[in-house]
């Protein structure tokens, strides 16, 4: 069965970090495009990272430049993002998804991330 589940999510205080996980199953997460999104209550889906193929070209949302980091150790599983100095208005589900916008786009089921004191 092809899928992708996010984890790694919870609460945690302004300042503070989180590292999400993606993981999939039924295909090898390296060999694709892999995109993380998030969305706040109430607010549109928002792009945060990509990682191309191979991890060669990794690009993120000027909100999240120089805190979020997309990792991977190999192009098995899993991918990572790491967040760090986390806002009260980063408070959102995060969404890893495979091919974003082609073929065979698949997505994951979300994570809950929420910041606040």
């Known amino acids: 069965q092809v899928r992708l589940v996010e984890s790694g999510g919870g609460a945690v205080q302004p300042g503070g970090s989180l590292r999400l996980s993606c993981t999939a199953s039924?295909?090898?997460?390296?060999?694709?495009?892999i995109t993380w999104f998030r969305q706040a209550p109430g607010k549109e889906l928002e792009w945060v990272s990509v990682?191309?193929?191979?991890?060669?070209?990794?690009s993120y949302a000027d909100s999240v430049s120089g805190r979020f980091t997309i990792s991977r150790d190999n192009v098995k599983n899993p991918l990572y993002l790491q967040m760090n100095s986390l806002r009260p208005e980063e408070t959102a589900v995060y969404y890893c998804?495979?091919?974003?916008?082609?073929?065979?786009?698949?997505w994951g089921e979300g994570t809950q991330v929420t910041v606040s004191s």
């Open positions: 998804v495979k091919s974003i916008g082609l073929p065979g786009e698949l």
């Open positions: 039924g295909f090898t997460l390296g060999y694709y495009i």
């Open positions: 990682i191309i193929s191979g991890g060669g070209t990794l």
